[in-house]
């Protein structure tokens, strides 16, 4: 199971410090949208800087500017842009074919989809590469977590992400859906020792 490390803080220099110290037990690092929001393409070009060999995945949210904000956090150094299920459908599939002309991936996140089984069996057909299961960070229900994840993993054979504002007591409920891979933020990243948390989770998740 892949593990996904969310760094989503105010603090661009701060993050890189954590991330330089954990990103090896990641399998990607995701640059979260508070980063984007305040320091925009810089924040890419930080991480690519400090991390040469990861995976980025910039969690841009495209939902319309497909053709220019895809090319944009691509150039700037991500692998991955992600683009909201709830996009024009030109807009996704337009994200979709300049991520794969630039040999980069894209990641459809399900947040605001208006129904997540429809939008899981439309991604494929417009070229989407994985999928993000994602709950609201201030809304978290395992109840809905395991009922809507019914849905979308029958409805397609994309590789899935959960994200959930998973912590030590949560990991478990996603770990029993089986996903691809986990996306694990503040747990690990405003944890008091980072290096133990990241440590822990990517045991547990390559179990």
Known sequence: MKLQIAF??????????IAQKIAHLADRIEIGPILLSKYGLLAIEKFRAALPN????ANSKIIEFGHDLTRLNL??????VTVLAGANKNVIHTTCTIAHQMG?????DLIDARSRGQS??????YGIDAIMFHQPHDDYDEVALTDEWDMVK??????????????????????????????IGKAITQAEDPLTEAEYFHQMLKV
């Open 104 to 108: 980069k991936k894209v990641l459809m």
């Open 120 to 125: 899981a069996l439309e991604a494929k057909s």
């Open 154 to 183: 029958g409805n397609t054979d994309l590789p899935i992400f959960i994200s959930a504002q998973i912590t030590r007591a949560t990991l478990q409920a996603a770990l029993n859906l089986v996903p691809y891979g986990i996306s």
């Open 54 to 57: 990861c995976r980025l995945v």
């Open 75 to 80: 150039e700037a150094g991500a692998d991955w």
């Open 8 to 17: 989503n803080s105010a603090n661009l220099e701060q993050d890189l410090e």
